[in-house]
């Protein structure tokens, strides 16, 4: 018998792959949401059956999308913390310590935005790619420090999240110059930062995050603009203490074919031809050499030295957020 999973869960999942909750830090707050979700609506009747669910729930959550580890960080740290013999301490417990997990979340990155904005002088240009709300928190700290910043924002193919960005940048007074993602080199040189978030830090610094992060990080260094990252200690990933690779999530063809001369055929679902492969990586990896620091809520480091920060955390690694 299957364990029963909240329908809340389900959508959480379902908006969760469809991107309707997205970026690193956000998905990471919707699954604790949805775990205590569960825990409230469950009808389980035994220890036992409660704890199925909820690592049913987890595995539904995990299943949605593959690259952000704070995903999966923030899974295994509600699972650890369900604590009880009965049903209903269970249920007080999951419940108490998601919504830690999100105040916590939510105080980092506040954190981490005071710590970033040390490396934003007055009048300084960032320029940002995809939208970050960790990147966003380190420009909002900025100007409540009395500095004026300006941006130059990356539309960012295919999902033009550079517009989010633009348009969370103007509501906090920031003027935004908005570029189309080929136009990046060429206004690097009007650009003091690029200031990017991440979905995943390796052990050895690389950065992963999306698509195009990579090529950006590479320009900036050949211009001279310093590249820095803005990711709070969920996005560290603890399974590349050990070697592991991050994999890197692959997206529907049909993100890339919408809204150009292949439209008819992507809205049928269908390849166009079959000559034609339509290849559309969410992410990238940029490595150490590229990137001159990631911002935590534990200060900044040098991405070669991230790895003691993550000694620090995890000490040891798991393999699933559930194998407590
Ligand atoms: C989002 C993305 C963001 C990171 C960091 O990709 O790459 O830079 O997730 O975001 P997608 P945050 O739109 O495919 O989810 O700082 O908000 O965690």
């Excluded at 916590?104 to 240009?125: F, I, K, M, S, Y």
Aim: net charge negative; hydrophobic share 40%.
């Amino acid at each position: 018998e299957t364990p029963d999973i909240a329908p809340v869960v389900e959508e959480t999942a379902t908006d969760i792959a469809d991107m309707e909750v997205r970026g690193a830090a956000t998905i990471a707050d919707a699954a604790a949401a949805a775990l205590a979700a569960q825990a409230q609506r469950s009808e389980a009747d035994s220890s036992e059956a409660f704890r199925e669910e909820l690592e049913a729930a987890a595995s539904a959550l995990y299943e949605t999308r593959p690259t952000a580890v704070s995903l999966p960080n923030a899974l295994r740290y509600v699972l650890r913390g369900v604590e009880g013999e009965t049903v209903e301490a269970m249920r007080e417990s999951t419940v108490a310590r998601a919504e830690a997990f999100r105040e916590d979340l939510e105080q980092a990155q506040e954190t981490l935005g005071e710590v970033g904005a040390n490396r934003l002088r007055d009048g300084d240009v960032v320029m940002t790619h995809c939208h970050s709300t960790d990147a966003l928190a380190c420009v909002e700290a900025a100007i409540e420090d009395g500095k004026e910043i300006e941006a130059i924002v990356k539309e960012t193919r295919p999902r033009l999240q550079g517009h989010i960005t633009a348009s969370e940048l103007r509501s906090m007074g920031v003027p935004v110059t908005l570029i189309v993602d080929n136009a990046a080199r060429r206004y690097l040189d009007e650009a003091d930062h690029v200031l990017v978030g991440a979905d995943s830090i390796a052990a050895d610094g690389s950065v992963i995050n999306k698509i195009g992060t990579s090529g950006l990080a590479v320009n900036a260094r050949e211009r001279g603009v310093p590249v820095m990252v803005a990711a709070q200690s969920i996005k560290l990933h603890p399974d590349t203490m050990t070697g592991h690779t991050v994999e890197i999530e692959m997206r529907d063809e049909r993100e890339v074919l919408e809204e150009t001369a292949y439209a008819d055929v992507a809205a049928d679902g269908d390849v166009p031809d079959d000559g034609l492969t339509v290849e559309n990586p969410a992410f990238d990896v940029t490595p150490p050499r590229h990137v001159d620091a990631i911002v935590t809520e534990h200060g900044q480091y040098p991405p070669e030295s991230i790895v003691m920060l993550m000694r620090d955390l995890f000490g040891e690694t798991t393999t699933d957020p559930w194998a407590v």
